[in-house]
């Protein structure tokens, strides 16, 4: 798991899992953009987390195609190159379909859909045009649990991470011989900003006993798992969608 040489991109790198993953692939010797959304100070901290040099900053709301098109531009522009995007920015609303009326429950359809679905694609389709000029490249999208086991209260967050699993097996194959690898990572819950209000809520002990090991993932064994995926030697795992879930949800 060697990125000497190799640039990379993380969506929501400013915070949580994609955080993680910026300080896993630069301990690794990759040169990293970090994408952050709106909070440029929690990007410049990943930042100063980061060892090696030369990493970039990248400002984007994923839910906007031309913002997207915009980042993937101006990182390839900075580093000449892109090895790997690592699709990780992500939203969770619940939206309750016996509680929310239907305005509300359009407005969350269509704002989780946009920046989890939409915004993936759209930045799976730009970065995909550089590494098929330069003859290969890994795409690795933050998936979730959620997709196989289903969320009640964020139905919209399910089908976006089912949409995610599907886009990635479809485009592993369309990009295979390009030598692009798509995969995906599913993890269960993990301790992040994300989490942190239901970890710590009377039902935290509930969620961490759905691991067999009584616990949630932390965010560096989901980055541990993207990088592995977005390895050299992992090309032929394309079509992937690797669970990180300590065995709460088991599927075959
Ligand atoms: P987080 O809330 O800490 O990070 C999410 C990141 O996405 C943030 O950096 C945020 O700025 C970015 N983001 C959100 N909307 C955006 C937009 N419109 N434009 C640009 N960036 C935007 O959460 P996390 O737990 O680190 O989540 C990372 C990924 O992991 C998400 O895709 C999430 O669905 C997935 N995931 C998380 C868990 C969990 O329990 N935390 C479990 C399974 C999957």
């Known amino acids: 798991m060697k990125f000497t040489g190799k640039t990379v991109l993380i969506t929501g790198g400013s915070r949580g899992i994609g955080r993680a993953c910026a300080v896993q692939f630069a301990a690794q010797g990759a040169r ?22 030369g990493h970039l900053l990248v400002q984007a709301d994923v839910a906007e195609a031309k913002a997207v098109q915009a980042m993937v531009a101006a990182v390839v522009e900075q580093f000449g190159r892109l090895d790997v995007l690592v699709n990780n920015a992500g939203i969770y609303e619940e939206h309750p379909v016996a509680e929310v009326n239907f305005d509300s429950w359009q407005a969350s359809w269509r704002r989780i859909l946009d920046t989890n679905l939409v915004g993936a694609a759209n930045a799976a389709y730009c970065a995909a045009q550089h590494m098929i000029q ?22 919209a967050y399910g089908a976006s991470k089912a ?26 819950w993990v301790e992040t900003d994300m989490a942190v209000d239901y970890l710590n809520s009377p039902a ?7 691991s067999p090991m009584g616990r949630v993932a932390t965010p560096e064994e989901v980055a541990h798992t ?3 995926l977005a390895s050299a030697k992992s090309l032929f795992l394309t079509g992937a969608i690797v669970d990180v879930n300590g065995a709460s949800y088991l599927r075959s």
């Open 204 to 210: 935290g002990d509930a969620i961490r006993g759905q």
């Open 226 to 228: 993207v990088a592995f």
């Open 134 to 155: 330069q003859g290969g490249g890994h795409i690795v999208n933050v998936s979730s649990r959620g997709a196989f086991r289903g969320e009640p209260e964020a139905p």
């Open 32 to 53: 990293v953009a970090v994408h952050y959304h709106t909070n440029r100070g929690s990007g410049e901290e990943t930042l100063r987390l980061m060892t090696g040099e």
């Open 163 to 188: 949409g995610m699993n599907a886009m990635s097996q479809s485009l592993a194959k369309a990009l295979a011989p390009h030598q692009i690898s798509v995969t995906a990572v599913a993890p269960g």
